[in-house]
């Protein structure tokens, strides 16, 4: 009751914005190396390579848990010391739904261990995906005047200078990872030995920073570049305008080469937002409305009667050509059987291939022997002694051919595509059982009994091959309805299994697996289940629409007509701010149609999009709308 008297409260000390900073600018910059064990070795698509090293996502995960349990901390002592009142709003229930859906989803999914501590090449677990909501939910209540939303933007802006110097020198060919010194502070003592065997693999000037590759860079950039647009028409000193300028100018030079999803979210979200702000005016925004479409049609009708142009556009949506399903692929689905005394080979054009081989024990020759399905005896030729590599010279069988690798023979069936098919097996002695050797390295029996299903939606190769993991992951949502596979557990889901194919479309670069849908949106509803999907869009739309209805008017001066000159200057740098922020948070759920959430990047998204819900309580207020109670703490403890 005294506290209740009192004529005169302070605003929330600046200092607890600490936390968030940290969130947008600290958390980016960790890395350390880690060895640990992914767990997963027992399965036939995973490679048995013992321990696994990771640098940038593992204590990243962990320091966003921490720094949430911080967050709870300080939220207690406000409430509890200095009886502040924290706010609870209505988007806040999906939020809500979210979070439990998360965690019953882990619980209760395909593997808790993997969901709570991480898996190969994922450290964005269950609690990292509710230690986001509880930061965006705290800086939210920090968002109380324009002087915590600078004081935030600012001290984050100097962690996030180092982050793009970091990111220049590698754009210039000087990587600090690849230096003696950086690997010796970034290794633990207790592997200290292995030092001289570290090696951090990027392409040559590539701009990756501390933020795992270049595509994550480009949505960590895509958040934060509409803001310091904002900044620089909002800040009052010189030196700060100059500042942000020269953050858009590093974002500029790191973004360039390699970056298109971050190039393609920042301009979209600007576009978006132009559209925004010129609703302002009706006749303005019909006539932009018109000017847009005039160019898309134009562009377009460019597009498809010029040669060059329709080129350009297919290499820019894949190098290789947009592939339509699986038909440059010659073996049926299922058609590869193993069996004990030879391997069967079904062609989608009818052909049969039963083939075996034989091993010299004392001087390693190999032995050949092909026929078709009417087990027809099939003629070949050496085409390389030494390598021991063999040709079919039947008439309607010429493009196969076989050889032997290393520890295994394999028959090469090149696709209608142009590149090859290299299929090893193995048999397990002169009399035992054939095996497929697929990418991981392992022998399996085929065909499997995991039946693989494909939804053709998405050309197979577009986005640089993310239709052929589209196609793969929209038959998965029916299976996850409710309950989701668990925070990074898609690698268990997704269909590692399919070898045939993997060997037509992996087998050129090496790769083995398929740990991320590179869609944050498949990720969400194939990891943590429909209910907690739906949960976070209706946060995301909401906090979208909520924005549009605002800044559609509240940049504008018009706005607060009848007011001083100088509480009107502070109320327009705070729309537009916000507009920056909404703009920020569009452009990441831009990129990310094409992107994963990743531990990298995602607590940036989170601590910005609780700071945008809070600002937008300050904008709406300065409108004349409903007021939000607003977080105060009194000068005097309890």
């Not at 939210?140 to 200078?161: A, D, N, P, Q």
């Not at 090859?420 to 499997?448: H, I, T, W």
């Not at 740098?573 to 994963?596: E, K």
Request: hydrophobic fraction near 45%; proline fraction near 3%; aromatic fraction near 14%.
């Amino acid at each position: 009751m005294k506290l209740a008297k009192e004529k005169v409260q302070n605003l929330l000390s600046l200092k607890f914005l600490i936390p968030s900073i940290l969130a947008v600018g600290l958390i980016p910059l960790i890395a350390r190396v880690h060895i640990y064990d992914s767990h997963l070795e027992d399965y036939d698509w995973f490679p048995s390579a013992g321990k696994q090293a990771d640098v940038f996502l593992f204590y990243k995960q962990w320091a966003v848990v921490v720094l949430a349990a911080i967050c709870v901390i300080l939220l207690l002592i406000r409430v509890n010391e200095y009886y502040e009142e924290l706010p609870v709003r209505k988007f806040m229930i999906p939020a809500g739904i979210y979070g439990i859906m998360v965690l019953v989803s882990a619980i209760f999914g395909k593997n808790p261990l993997l969901a709570f501590a991480g898996s190969y090449e994922m450290f964005e677990s269950a609690l990292a995906l509710i230690g986001y909501l509880i930061i965006a939910y705290y800086t939210y209540t920090c968002m109380v005047s324009l002087k915590h939303v600078l004081y935030f933007l600012r001290g984050s802006e100097y962690f996030i200078l180092v982050e793009l110097a970091i990111a220049a020198f590698q754009k210039l060919g000087l990587d600090i990872f690849s230096t003696a010194f950086w690997k010796r502070l970034i290794t633990p003592l207790s592997l200290s030995q292995y030092i001289g065997s570290i090696n951090i693999t990027a392409d040559t000037k590539s701009a990756y920073g501390t933020i795992y590759n270049v595509d994550y860079f480009s949505m960590y950039l895509g958040v934060l570049v509409p803001i310091f647009i904002a900044l620089i028409f909002t800040e009052e000193k010189l030196w700060r305008k100059i500042l942000n300028l020269g953050l858009c100018g590093l974002a500029v030079l790191v973004m360039s080469h390699g970056a298109t999803s971050g190039v393609v979210g920042i301009v979209g979200a600007t576009v978006i937002g132009l559209f925004v702000s010129l609703s302002h005016s009706k006749k303005t925004f019909i006539v932009s409305i018109i000017a847009l479409g005039a160019a898309i049609v134009s562009s377009v009708f460019a597009i498809s009667t010029n040669s060059t142009l329709k080129n350009k556009a297919y290499q820019a949506l894949s190098p290789r050509g947009p592939f339509v399903k699986d038909e440059g692929i010659p073996i049926s689905e299922d058609g590869i059987y193993t069996g004990d005394k030879n391997v069967k080979i079904s062609m989608k054009d009818g052909r049969v291939l039963v083939f075996s081989y034989s091993v010299d024990s004392s001087s390693g020759t190999i032995t050949f022997y092909a026929q078709d399905g009417d087990r027809q005896p099939l003629s070949m030729e050496c085409t390389n002694e030494e390598a021991q590599t063999y040709a079919l010279t039947d008439d309607g069988w010429t493009d196969i051919s076989f050889g032997k690798d290393e520890n295994a023979v394999y028959v090469n069936i090149p696709s209608n595509y142009g590149y090859d098919g290299r299929f090893p097996f193995v048999k397990a002695s002169d009399e035992g059982d054939y095996y497929f050797v697929n990418l991981a390295g392992k022998g399996v029996k085929l065909p499997v009994d995991n039946p693989v299903e494909v939804s053709y939606v998405f050309p197979e190769n577009i986005l640089t091959e993310r239709g052929h993991l589209f196609n793969r992951c929209i038959p998965l949502l029916k299976h996850h309805m409710i309950i989701g596979a668990g925070a990074n557990c898609f690698i268990l889901v997704y269909p590692q299994w399919e070898y045939i194919n993997k060997q037509y479309w992996y087998a050129f670069d090496g790769a083995a697996l398929d740990v991320k849908p590179h869609c944050y949106y498949l990720q969400l509803w194939i990891e943590n289940g429909f209910i907690a999907f739906a949960g976070a869009m209706v946060f995301f739309f909401w906090f979208l629409v909520q924005s549009i209805r605002l800044y559609r008017r509240a940049v504008f001066k018009d706005a607060y007509a009848g007011i001083k000159e100088e509480e009107r200057k502070e109320k327009l740098a705070l729309a537009r701010i916000g507009f920056g922020i909404f703009t920020g948070v569009l452009a990441y759920l831009i990129v990310v149609l094409a992107n994963d959430s990743t531990i990298c990047t995602a607590p940036i998204f989170w601590t910005v999009l609780g700071a945008g819900w809070g600002v937008n309580a300050l904008v709406r207020k300065n409108l004349g709308g409903a007021e939000e109670k607003r977080p105060t703490i009194n000068a005097k403890k309890r």
